[in-house]
């Protein structure tokens, strides 16, 4: 891994915007510290769009009413719940420039949160940012057991119904391999990148416009009519969708 210290200053949302077309993106030591640093992982996670693991009991946790999931609606609290310390994440890499630009690059429809909740509570969820047909995850969380893989499948069902190409993963974990990421090298990635960018970051500092991915063509997917004699499908992001979107499971 490579990174270059930043001066303690909040954090330029068209900066950050040109680091992530480039493959770099802000991390801090803490969640208290003033700066940050610029990271370019020698070895990238990403998922592979086509070959998210769908398990018997996760495709069976999403097609139940366990969760009830929404976009958008509270991307403030999850990217806040992302940056607070838990019993398995003592400290997190989250700082207050980190979470401004977030909260600024979302206004600006960039960043996006998707919610898992448990009833009224807000039991997970991820966050991330959208760039062309890139979207790079950024942490997610769970505070109820399997939200954070129902948050994640439905955002592996939202960019494949949206046309992207990458799912940047940025570092590989157990918990990310058992759901089908992959490390990749340092150029094997940027490939990736510059195809999901259309020309990469050269496309993104001339002005030259992107080749956008829709993060909400889901939502407009129309609902499977149901099988003789099978309950009514649930809404735009029914259940029976974001399963058929994941494919087959194992």
């Not at 801090?28 to 998210?52: C, I, N, Q, T």
């Not at 195809?195 to 956008?212: M, R």
């Amino acid at each position: 891994m490579s990174h270059r210290q930043a001066p303690p200053a909040d954090l330029d949302p068209e900066l950050v915007l040109r680091a992530y077309a480039m493959g770099v993106f802000p991390m801090a030591d803490h969640r208290l510290a003033s700066s940050v640093y610029w990271v370019e992982p020698k070895l990238r996670g990403v998922m592979p769009l086509d070959r998210f693991h769908l398990s018997r009991s996760l495709r069976k946790t999403i097609l139940s009413e366990r969760f009830r999931v929404t976009v958008d609606t509270e991307f403030e609290r999850i990217l806040q719940l992302c940056a607070e310390a838990a019993q398995d994440r003592p400290e997190t890499w989250i700082n207050g420039p980190i979470e401004r630009v977030f909260l600024d690059l979302h206004r600006r429809g960039f960043a996006h949160s998707i919610e898992c909740w448990d009833g009224e509570r807000l039991a997970g969820g991820l966050y991330g940012l959208a760039l062309g047909r890139a979207f790079f995850g950024e942490s997610m969380v769970t505070r109820v057991r399997d939200a954070s893989k129902v948050a994640f499948a439905h955002l592996v069902a939202r960019l494949k119904a949206g046309g992207f190409d990458l799912l940047d993963c940025q570092f590989q974990t157990e918990h990310l391999s058992s759901l089908g990421a992959v490390e990749i090298s340092r150029d094997d990635y940027a490939a990736l990148l510059s195809g999901a960018l259309g020309d990469g970051s050269a496309g993104l500092a001339s002005g030259a416009p992107l080749v956008e991915g829709d993060f909400f063509a889901l939502d407009r997917l129309p609902a499977p009519e149901p099988a003789v004699g099978a309950g009514t499908v649930l809404g735009p992001l029914s259940r029976n969708v974001i399963a058929q979107l994941l494919g087959q499971t194992s």
